[in-house]
């Protein structure tokens, strides 16, 4: 039967010799979250199988390594270099099977982008590396200048050993009960660093020409082929376009469909991009929906095989556009389904509403975890990698919840509170919900922040959370609650020195109000942000400064950031810091056709601001003591601390508080949302504040406090 919302979504389609149920795919995603042997556990099958059960029709596992000793693209990956390894693979596609999914795993080698070996790494050319997006990167954070690899090329018997191993794996692959194989020849991986002319300076039979390039891709085919048999679908994952000069263009990547088509390839899955323009590989907010589709469309003029399109997907609607447009076969989804497993289901209901959409933030799947070699997380998912919020246990009784600050951490303790069975009340200092999420709404390209804000506001509503606003309760009014969160975010600091409080300093607050008066969370008026003068100082180094100096910067002003850090926004997730940086040298992120800034924002590291006079003239003082000026017409305040001035007076009065999100260390979106929904978890009859001040709940029998 048709579905009556989006009839192409839900239509089954053949990929070689499997019949997917619907146009759903989920692009490959390396969780790393595998044992360190690379063996499946519950952990993977919990994650994967979550995926099945929200009806996404075709699972490719993420990267799969075929040779741990030479490459693992995370510390933690899958791998299928070992036949001991088969039996938990097989659970795998079991758990996926169950729910109806068809399943394949992506084959991997990471050749140059190990993050495992550190050392010797192998690939096509012997180049050093610098390629800071990278999992495999050596230094990420220890020191500001990012430090390349040193890579070797392989010889030409390497070649053939790992020619040999990946058609070992991929027959593992078809032993576990897989229904198909993908090969990784994307994102500057191993086979993509064969296949691609920036990379390959080879120059015996692997180097060269097109199909000298192609030549391990297709031996890798071949021997598949004859190991797995032709009928095993195989597919392959390729950028359509590098993105970088001297890169593969989407000329020659239809030449690589129309080749891997005429070996017997049953799809090919079309990505973008390579690690030194990494906001393709994995795009941040600023990328458009779909941004990528039109690679897709070209391949797909020149094949007959299914073509999956990926980047950036999220609304169903454009989705089942895609499809219907004839853009694409299959839509793919990666981090979309890190967010919201449950996508297909919700979209197959027509409650797209109820989709919490992912907003690009790439902080806990990639910052905060693959990165610095760490299970993968999820920003605005909590339940990604923590099983408890997946099983969420109800309360036994239902408590009287008190949060304090209606922004993402406030929200989300509220909203799993809520879930629980608990009876919740808001209290937002201002008249609208959301906090400093709502700030992103005026930054361009950032506010998909809002899309969370609003899936987070719907379901207070549809949860029943008593919100009130425009108030800050006293302890009278907080003493009937059996628990209180205190989350109210961050204040703006105002330092002590001359002038801070003249006419011409304000906060980057004033600057990023949302003016917005058509919105259905907030119908009134807001009020016009602060308007700057043509030259704008701007001092901090957190969100408020870099949204401060993106808006102001694209807006045409003249903008200086005073930063006391050697970088400015070194806490910032690489692939965004990438295409920021650009912006404000006045060029754009690869791939990206919005408007560059106009004018170069520029940043004074090390520094620090003394006084700032009448005149506009601001005295800046570097950590080596020398003094210089700038004039501007406006400095916009953007340090930050933690707004917790009312924690000790509530802790005084005997309330069961605890601080989260902001309010007890300055983050992010992802620790503000998982402090939020970890405090949650611990609510219950009788809760208390441990030694440490924390809030405890159900201690085991026999312990009297
Ligand atoms: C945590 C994470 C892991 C990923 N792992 C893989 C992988 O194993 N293989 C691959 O081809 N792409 C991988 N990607 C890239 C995604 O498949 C996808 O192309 C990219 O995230 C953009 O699509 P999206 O907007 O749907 O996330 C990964 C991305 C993320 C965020």
Sequence with gaps: MRNKHYPNLFTPIEIGNMVVPNRIAMVPTDISSANADGSVNQRVITYHEEIAKGGCGFIIVGATTPDKATGRPTVTCLAADEDPLIPGLTHLAEAMHRHGAKCAVQIQHPGRQAAWPRKNLMSASDHVLDVPGSAGHEIIYAESIAQGKSVRAMTVEEIYDLIEKFAEAAW???????????????????????MS???????????????????????????????????FPLGIRYSGDEWIEGGRTLDESVKVAKLMEEMGLAYV?????????????????????????????????????????????????????????????????????????????????????????CISCLVGCWQESLMIRRDMRCAINPAVGDERFIHLQPTKKACKVAVVGGGPAGMEAARIS??????????????????????????????KMRWYADWLRQQMKKLGVDVKYCTEPTVADLKGYDVVLLAAGTRVVRPKIPGIDLPIVVTFEDVLRCKNTNCEYYPDERGEPVECGQEVLIWGDHFGAADAAEKLGHAGKKVTIVTENQDFAEWMEPCHRDVMMKRFACGNGEGLKSKTYAHPVTIIPNSSVLEIKKDGTVVIISSAFERSTVKVDTVVLA?????????????????????????????????????????????????????????ISNLPTGVEL
């Design 418 to 447: 809520a879930l629980r069975g608990h009876k919740v009340t808001i209290f937002e200092k201002t008249g609208e919900l959301g906090g400093a999420m709502l700030y992103c709404c005026t930054v361009p390209g950032k506010n």
């Design 172 to 194: 593992r692959v078809q032993q576990a009960g897989f229904d198909a194989v993908e090969l990784h020849g994307a994102h500057g991986y191993l086979i993509a660093q064969f």
């Design 197 to 231: 002319p920036f990379v390959n300076k080879r120059n015996d039979r692997f180097g060269g020409s097109f199909i000298n390039r192609m030549r391990f891709t297709m031996e890798i085919v071949n021997r598949i082929q004859i190991k797995c048999g032709r009928d």
């Design 639 to 695: 340090k930050v601390e933690s707004n917790d001035s009312v924690y000790e007076t509530f802790l005084e009065a005997g309330l069961n508080v605890a601080k989260i999100g902001d309010a007890k260390k300055i983050r992010n979106v992802r620790g503000a949302v998982t402090d939020g929904a970890n405090a949650a978890l611990v609510i219950e009859e009788g809760a208390i504040l441990n030694a440490n001040n924390g809030l």
């Design 269 to 357: 899955d079309i990505s973008a991009g390579i690690f030194e323009s990494p906001g393709t590989v994995m795009d941040p907010m600023y990328y458009p929906e779909g941004w990528n589709t039109y690679t897709a469309e070209e391949v797909k003029k020149h094949v007959e095989i299914p073509v999956i399109t990926s980047h950036s997907l999220r609304n169903p609607d454009y989705c089942e556009k895609i499809l219907a447009e004839g853009k694409a076969d299959m839509v793919g989804f990666s981090r979309q389904l890190i967010a919201d497993a449950y996508w297909s289901n919700k979209a197959k209901m027509g409650k797209k509403e109820e989709i919490r959409r």
